[in-house]
């Protein structure tokens, strides 16, 4: 069964709790801007989150993670416009190998789907961590045979108005481990765990996104 179908059938037989995010780049009449929807889709047996990516260069692009409750992926996949083509990545991960699908081409890994948890993915919500609290997470990429290590510091709170609400948020500060150390990005998140703000620098840019809807 499809993804979307799974959605669906959940969406029938069992309870959800769906939040929703967007955020934007810069002023929505900037050819430059583009926007980006985050939804998470949790249920009784694990949740699932999606990302819609807008972009007046590239059009459409889509995102889709499944997890447990625990943050153990079950499946993700990936469509887009780069490189000059439409690209379609699966990735399906196992109890003992993990099996890439990029543009048609499969490859089977031995890394099993317990090396890709990712705790910091249920912070927040499920998990209230201390300021401080440090995790490195294994990333499988999907557009390569590749996996890399992102560190993640829950480095404290703030207060901030974002789209009309004066909220406290929390920082997390990503680091890719293997990138220089000018390449980093910055989330902040709201009480339920999903993204209200993000700043992202690279050796070369910086872009921040902020909140322009709740739901």
């Not at 399906?92 to 499969?106: D, L, M, P, T």
């Not at 890709?116 to 300021?131: H, Q």
Request: a positive charge; charged letters at 20%; one cysteine or more.
């Amino acid at each position: 069964m499809s993804t979307c179908l799974t959605l669906v059938a959940l969406a029938f037989s069992l309870p959800i709790n769906i939040e929703s995010r967007t955020l934007r780049s810069g002023p929505a009449d900037d050819p430059k801007t583009y926007s980006i929807l985050s939804e998470r889709i949790a249920t009784k047996d694990g949740f699932t989150l999606v990302s819609k990516t807008i972009d007046r260069s590239f059009g459409v692009s889509y995102s889709t993670s499944s997890y447990s409750n625990a943050g153990v992926p079950i499946e993700s996949r990936q469509e887009g416009n780069w490189n000059d083509q439409w690209n379609v990545l699966e990735t399906k991960f196992g109890a003992s190998e993990s099996v890439q699908n990029i543009n048609g081409e499969v490859t089977k890994g031995k890394a099993p789907a317990k090396q890709f948890i990712n705790p910091s993915l249920l912070w927040f919500w499920k998990v209230k961590p201390k300021a401080g609290t440090v995790v490195t997470a294994d990333i499988l990429a999907q557009n390569t045979i590749a996996t890399f290590k992102i560190r993640y510091t829950y480095e404290g709170d703030e207060v901030m108005t974002l789209a009309g609400r004066k909220v406290t948020v929390h920082r997390v500060r990503e680091k890719p481990l293997s990138a220089p150390d000018a390449v980093y990005t910055i989330w902040w998140y709201d009480d339920q765990g999903m993204g209200v703000k993000r700043y992202h620098k690279t050796t070369q840019n910086e872009y921040t996104f902020d909140l322009v809807s709740w739901r």
